[in-house]
């Protein structure tokens, strides 16, 4: 009895002891199992941490605009600036007035011997070679006004134009050296046409970086004020030496020496369009540009405890803030030109119509004489002088694609109609019809002013007004007389030009559907323009939330990547790497 129960309790006390141990491991590995998640924990803590305090974004955040940031452009610059551009203008088209309304007397002084219908191709001949040299103006001072300037540029293309409207009066006729006359006259007009490549883009470049944004189609509108008030000039001295001259030396006056005098009266005149284009001064935007500076490299900056990786302009967007070449505008904005170019065709084809080739419309298919047919469109590019800065406002309130269409869908229905009258031999009705054609072309080349210069950045934005307005009015403005009337000559109908100006003005009012609106925005490239104080503010307090603010295109810095330097020895140790990488 007492073996048995001597042996049971040695079995209990075994078992006991064996319950005792495995319960101690099991706490043991519960121990175990909970310290590794703390830890799992603690990392999972660690990285979720270092996560959130280093942040990289998706792409460069620009930073917000500051008060220096907005340019003040104060009305008398703005003035001075238009003042100084418009007298290049004026004296480009007081030379197409000249020979738009000599065309015919011309045709009898340089083509003499030859039948009259070949010789007066030949002159317009003349006028469309001046436009195919003017691509290649603007192709080289395009991309030379990004460059040096835009004010150094203008000043060059005014002093070429002057003395080469000059010397076409000082040339020898078909009766001195034959059927060599031409050619000089064309190589003259050659080198007006290589100068005007750079004219009129570079003007409207400097008028729209010296205008506010608000305001930018009712300044440069005043450009092509001073085109049209240039070509009425020049009419209007036509057809003064020619009343003059036939009344008191008789009816071959003008063939015979007076033709000369409105040409050299472009030595007064462009004493003086030089002396103005000397005094302006250079555009701010413009001035705001710093090629010297090296943007390649991030910048460190630091706010407390948080650090930030800088970049600025040139890094973060290299196709709208650095100067590109004649080629790498071609490869950035190809479509702006193509589309800008369209804008330019419609524009011009009609305008050119309404003043270098009406008079000769007139005067060969209509037999008016020139006095008649000069005294005919004076009133009419007058009017278009007083329309076009409304134009210009009403392109600020509602719209650059609102005006252009509009005047697009004008042209269209208006064109056929008003040649019927033209035709119809009455004047009353040859007067309204002109007026009928005056009402597109203001709203045309009041928005091409202001819209072209819009689609390129100030760092490239000479280059590519250049190229678009220079390939598209030689192409399809300056060749639309020469073309109109071999047309006729070829088909025998007079309603050709009509036809004409219809399919570019179906052209034009398609490709402005696919171009940004650029009323009221800032340049591209460029800081915001204003006029007032006031106005400033406006924009600082919207610009999260104005559509019309865009900083993606200004030239501000951009935050990429944002952390906090805290936690451990390690971790700062890691942050400071990350730095010195930045850095280098």
Not at 356 to 381: C, D, F, K, Q, R
Not at 553 to 562: F, L, S
Request: aromatic residues 10%; positive net charge; hydrophobic residues 45%.
């Amino acid at each position: 009895m007492h073996s048995k129960s001597t042996t049971r309790t040695s079995h209990g006390m075994k078992t006991s002891s064996e319950a005792s141990m495995a319960a101690a491991r099991s706490a043991t590995q519960k121990e175990t199992q909970t310290r590794q998640a703390e830890e799992e924990r603690k990392v999972a803590k660690s990285d979720r941490t270092r996560k959130h305090h280093r942040i990289r974004f998706p792409f460069p955040r620009p930073r917000n605009l500051q008060r220096d940031d907005i340019v003040m452009v104060e009305e008398d610059s703005v003035k001075q600036a238009v003042l100084g551009t418009s007298v290049g203008n004026f004296m480009e088209w007081f030379d197409f007035g000249i020979y738009g309304y000599l065309t015919v007397v011309m045709t009898t002084v340089f083509t003499k011997g030859i039948p009259n219908s070949l010789g007066v191709l030949i002159m317009l001949l003349g006028f469309a070679v001046s436009f195919l040299a003017r691509p290649l103006g603007g192709f080289i001072l395009g991309p030379l006004g990004d460059r040096i300037g835009r004010q150094k540029v203008l000043f060059i293309t005014m002093s070429v134009m002057a003395v080469s409207t000059s010397l076409i009066g000082a040339l020898p006729s078909a009766a001195q050296i034959g059927l060599w006359a031409p050619v000089p006259l064309y190589v003259l007009k050659m080198i007006q046409g290589f100068s005007t490549g750079g004219e009129y883009a570079g003007a409207a470049t400097y008028v729209s970086e010296f205008s506010p944004d608000r305001r930018r189609g009712f300044f440069s509108s005043w450009l092509d004020v001073g085109s049209y008030l240039g070509f009425a000039v020049g009419a209007g001295a036509v057809a003064v030496t020619t009343a003059i001259s036939e009344h008191y030396w008789g009816i071959d006056a003008m063939v015979n020496w007076a033709w000369r005098i409105p040409y050299f009266l472009a030595i007064p005149l462009g004493v003086i369009a030089v002396y103005f284009r000397s005094r302006i001064p250079e555009t701010p935007h413009f001035e705001l540009e710093d090629p010297d500076v090296d943007m390649s490299k991030p910048r460190i900056s630091k706010r407390g405890r948080w650090r930030f990786s800088i970049v600025g302009p040139k890094q973060r967007d290299e196709r709208i803030f650095a100067t590109h070449s004649l080629r790498g505008v071609f490869k950035h904005f190809h479509k702006e030109i193509l589309l800008g170019i369209a804008l330019v065709a419609a524009g011009n084809t009609l305008g050119y119509i309404l003043t270098s080739y009406m008079p000769t419309y007139l005067s060969h298919e209509l037999g008016e004489s020139t006095t008649n047919s000069a005294m005919a469109t004076i009133p009419v590019l007058v009017l278009i002088t007083i329309l076009m800065p409304f134009a210009g406002r009403l392109s600020d309130r509602y719209g650059r694609k609102p005006v252009f269409v509009t005047s697009a869908v004008i042209a269209v229905a208006a064109v056929i109609p008003a040649f019927m009258l033209i035709n119809s031999g009455n004047s009353l009705a040859m007067h309204l019809s002109l007026i009928m054609l005056a009402l597109p072309v203001a709203g045309y080349i009041s928005v091409i002013a202001s819209a072209l210069p819009a689609l390129f950045p100030t760092a490239s934005r000479f280059g590519g007004m250049a190229i678009t307005y220079n390939v598209g009015v030689s192409l399809f403005g300056g060749t639309t007389p020469f073309f109109v009337q071999g047309l006729i000559e070829l088909t025998g109908n007079a309603y050709m030009p009509a036809f004409y100006v219809m399919l570019f003005s179906v052209i034009g009012g398609i490709a402005i559907l696919f171009l940004p609106e650029t009323a009221g925005k800032n340049l591209m490239g460029s800081m915001p323009a204003v006029s007032s104080a006031q106005e400033a503010s406006e924009i600082l307090a919207t610009q999260q939330i104005d559509p019309k603010i865009d900083l993606d295109t200004m030239p501000v810095d951009a935050v990429t990547e944002a952390w906090k330097v805290s936690g451990t020895g390690e971790q700062k140790t890691s942050h400071n790497a990350n730095d010195q990488q930045l850095a280098r």
